[in-house]
Nanobody, 124 residues
């Protein structure tokens, strides 16, 4: 079983930056995707970014391209999300995901494991 723990959420003013981190424990496959999703009140959970743990290829939602950067700065069981130029529309609970089943990286059904989420609030 794999457990994911997120950290780094908080409140920031529009235009500010935050960095989210996620650490996976347990039997994470050597080849996997780790991703970030978010869910705003009343909305469905959506894919924000993902990274392949083999090769480091990255994927982004159009809404965050050029502002967010996903990376694995320290180890293959960790993933970070650097968020710059934050906007009020970025306010949501952010979730880390792993255990990719293949298919579209941005679909929630393609991931087996989820963290508890961390709140990001951007005030204008």
């Amino acid at each position: 079983q794999v457990q994911l723990v997120e950290s780094g959420g908080g409140s920031v003013q529009s235009g500010g930056s935050l960095t989210l981190s996620c650490t996976a424990s347990g039997n994470l496959l050597a080849s996997d995707f780790m991703g970030w999703f978010r869910q705003a009140p009343g909305q469905e959970r959506e894919g924000v970014a993902a990274i392949s743990t083999i090769g480091g290829r990255t994927y982004y939602a159009d809404s965050v391209k050029g502002r967010f950067t996903i990376s694995q700065p320290q180890a293959k069981n960790m993933v970070s999300l650097q968020m710059n130029s934050l906007e009020s529309e970025d306010t949501a609970i952010y979730y880390c995901a792993a255990g990719f089943r293949g298919g579209a990286w941005g679909e929630t059904s393609r991931y087996r494991y989820w963290g508890q989420g961390t709140q990001v609030t951007v005030s204008s």
